[in-house]
């Protein structure tokens, strides 16, 4: 079955640098992977998502990449806000006919520090 | 958040209590699902409806029984829960069950 490493599981960064948080899968036949950002008593948002014939996505500050050859994608914050401060999930969904559950990463707390 | 409503948002329960929870969705999606959210844990799928059909029941005890009486509509029914019960429970929809997923704010339950 499909198994998502995510790390770190905390990061705490000064406000206007950058952050990455990194997952691996195990399943190669993974095809999509989107990430959510769970703010304080609210449940996950999509924030972005990337499917596996793209190497990488860009959305303002945010950017996810791919590479599929090592299993692993990133999520990459520029330019971070005070407002950045949440939990975030990678997860990926296996293609398979008969897969249609998404395997979540344990989450990454970001601190943006103003 | 509107596109996907949970009610209600804190229930406190006892252990040999019956209540419900209630999600409903917006989006004119097909698909729904249940997921409990623990401390230090990943997010763990309960169930899936596609069609108002349960497609997956992923070995989740019977004190919880789901219920879909259409496509925006999907219910949570609990009874002689255990303090080990008490989580976040999520509600998300997808238009079908291989795309984007959408989550409600939740649910905070206190098993007691």
């Known amino acids: 079955g499909e198994n998502v490493e995510q790390h770190p599981s905390t990061l705490s960064v000064q406000e206007g640098d950058s952050a990455v948080i990194k997952c691996t899968y195990s399943?190669?036949?993974?095809?999509?992977f989107p990430w959510y950002k769970q703010e304080l008593g609210k449940g996950p948002q999509l924030i972005i998502d990337i499917r596996s014939n793209v190497g990488e996505k860009k959305d303002q500050r945010i950017a996810v990449t791919l590479n599929k050859t090592a299993k692993h994608f990133s999520l990459h914050i520029t330019e971070t806000q005070p407002e950045d401060s949440a939990v975030y999930f990678c997860a990926a969904n296996p293609w398979m006919d008969s897969s249609y559950k998404l395997i979540f990463g344990s989450g990454t707390r970001l601190l943006v520090r103003p | 958040e509107t596109g996907v409503t949970q009610t209600p948002r804190h229930l406190v329960m006892g252990m040999t209590n019956k209540k419900s929870l209630k999600c409903e969705q917006h989006?004119?999606?097909?698909?729904m699902y249940w997921y409990k959210q623990s401390a230090k844990k990943p997010l763990e799928l309960m169930f899936v409806?596609?069609?108002?059909?349960?497609?997956e029941n992923n070995s989740v005890p019977s004190r919880f029984s789901p219920e879909c009486p259409n496509s925006s509509h999907l219910f949570l029914h609990l009874h002689t829960l255990q303090p080990e019960d008490s989580a976040l429970y999520l509600c998300?929809?997808?238009?079908?069950?291989?795309?984007?997923?959408?989550f409600g704010p939740g649910t905070r339950l206190l098993v007691l």
């Open positions: 998300a929809s997808s238009r079908s069950w291989q795309e984007t997923q959408y």
């Open positions: 409806y596609s069609l108002e059909e349960r497609v």
């Open positions: 399943d190669s036949a993974s095809n999509y």
């Open positions: 989006l004119g999606h097909n698909a």
